[in-house]
């Protein structure tokens, strides 16, 4: 089975922090995602990555950064968390095919206060 | 630009009704269509896709046709049961060299007995 695991279910973090979210996949998936989830707006990409150290933008990129150093591994970092991040963090991965369907992480509830 | 419309919920229905939840896209290019399924408490799991014009995907009693004439991707099942309760996410695969996975803004569920 494929599996994608966050490394943490539940995170608090203080206004200010540096935060890391990270993902591994087990797959040798070329593309990594990474996703927030809030009531009422589903499912929005912040970024993606398409092969290692390749990286794009999605559609809320502001107040994040990201990082794959190796084919597994990819890494979302909020420079600073404000209480505007706490949501619900998603990361996916998925074969470079426009065909394949992406496989997802049990999901991180960030808060930030 | 690329995106994914899905009618918003609840959508309440008795157990046995039939269901239907809309879903309709629009894309430069001609994508791949997902149904991802999110149970409480837990991540996003595929519920079915097609990857072309007219296929059909199925899987656990729910189908989707995929309609390039009208750009949708509708839901269906014909005997809903209470363990159907979740949230259903309508995503497009883009055919672009990002292959950016664009999802809707999901719609919940609800069944009862």
């Known amino acids: 089975d494929v599996k994608v695991t966050q490394s943490s279910r539940y995170l608090v973090k203080r206004t200010g922090e540096k935060v890391f979210l990270e993902c591994v996949q087990d797959?040798?998936?070329?593309?990594m995602f990474w996703y927030r989830q809030d009531p009422g707006l589903g499912l929005r990409l912040i970024y993606f990555s398409y092969d290692v150290k390749m990286k794009e933008k999605g559609d809320i990129p502001e107040g994040y950064s990201v990082s794959r150093e190796k084919k597994e591994r990819f890494s979302l970092i909020l420079e600073s968390a404000s209480t505007n991040q706490t949501s619900m963090y998603l990361c996916a991965s998925s074969y470079g095919h426009p065909n394949t369907e992406a496989f997802f992480g049990q999901g991180t509830r960030l808060t930030v206060v | 630009g690329d995106s994914v419309t899905q009618m918003e919920g609840p959508v309440t229905l008795s157990e046995e009704a039939f269901l239907t939840i809309n879903c309709t896209y629009t894309a430069t290019g001609y994508p791949s269509l997902f149904w991802y399924v999110q149970y409480p408490g837990e991540g996003l799991q595929l519920l079915l896709k097609a990857t072309k014009a007219d296929d059909k995907g199925s899987n656990k009693g729910f189908e989707a046709t995929y309609r390039k004439e009208t750009t949708s991707f509708h839901l269906e099942k014909g005997s809903v049961q209470v363990s159907d309760s979740a949230v259903y996410f309508c995503?497009?695969?883009?055919?672009?060299?990002?292959?950016?996975?664009?999802f809707g803004s999901g719609t919940r569920l609800l069944v009862r007995p």
């Open positions: 797959m040798d998936h070329e593309n």
């Open positions: 995503a497009q695969r883009v055919s672009d060299s990002s292959y950016k996975l664009i």
